[in-house]
Antibody, heavy 128, light 109 residues
């Protein structure tokens, strides 16, 4: 059974850096999957932050790209999120998730991806 | 960037009802559309991928349809455990930018 578990400080000061880690069990982070971060501000919808492959290749949400770094630690089977220059608007529940290929379109030569395993989420509050 | 718009934002229905939620993309995304269910205080759960393919373990009362810009999620006969918020997500963008819709909250009437 694949499980993801987020960890990190629940309180970060404005202008500081938010740092979270997602520990993966039941699957290898070096397998052919992408590992994602998604956040959800209180009472609001989901926002995709970015993803990483075990090779270190990353994709980021353009609206956050200048402040986001996602990294992978294969020796610990985990990946991490750093978000710099945080403000109150970054207060949210942060989820890590596994994104994998679920299908393929031969006509468009494009893979269908979906986030099929999620962590339970961790609340991060930005406040002084 | 691709915007995803869901309608309605909220919906009241009764157990046994047939319910349809709509998601519209700001440009064609072929069939690269996922649906998730989220219950309060819980992580989202993948229901449908590739617009109409049922994720393993998801009850068959859930179905998805559509392609291009217009998509629907249908629950054929609402069960008590289906009252939740539903999100669509596009996975068409290259490079990836997996935009979610704003969500549809399904409440008990």
């Amino acid at each position: 059974q694949v499980q993801l578990q987020e960890s990190g400080p629940g309180l970060v000061k404005p202008s500081g850096t938010l740092s979270l880690t997602c520990a993966v069990s039941g699957d290898s982070i070096s397998s052919s999957k992408w590992w994602s971060w998604v956040r959800q501000p209180p009472g609001k919808g989901l926002e995709w932050i970015g993803e990483i492959y075990h090779s270190g290749s990353t994709n980021y949400n353009p609206s956050l790209k200048s402040r986001v770094t996602i990294s992978v630690d294969k020796s610990k089977n985990q990946f991490s999120l750093k978000l710099s220059s945080v403000t109150a608007a970054d207060t949210a529940v942060y989820y890590c998730a596994r994104s994998r290929v679920l299908g393929y379109s031969s006509s468009s030569r494009h893979y269908y991806y979906g986030m099929d395993v999620w962590g339970q989420g961790t609340t991060v509050t930005v406040s002084s | 960037d691709i915007q995803m718009t869901q309608s309605p934002s909220s919906l009241s229905a009764s157990v046994g009802d047939r319910v349809t939620i709509t998601c519209r993309a700001s440009q064609s995304i072929s069939s690269y559309l996922n649906w998730y269910q989220q219950k309060p205080g819980k992580a989202p759960k993948l229901l449908i991928y590739a617009a109409s393919s049922l994720q393993s373990g998801v009850p068959s009362r859930f179905s998805g349809s559509g392609s291009g810009t217009d998509f629907t999620l249908t629950i054929s006969s609402l069960q008590p455990e289906d009252f939740a918020t539903y999100y669509c997500q596009q996975t068409y963008s290259t490079p990836p930018e997996y935009t979610f819709g704003q969500g549809t909250k399904l409440e008990i009437k």
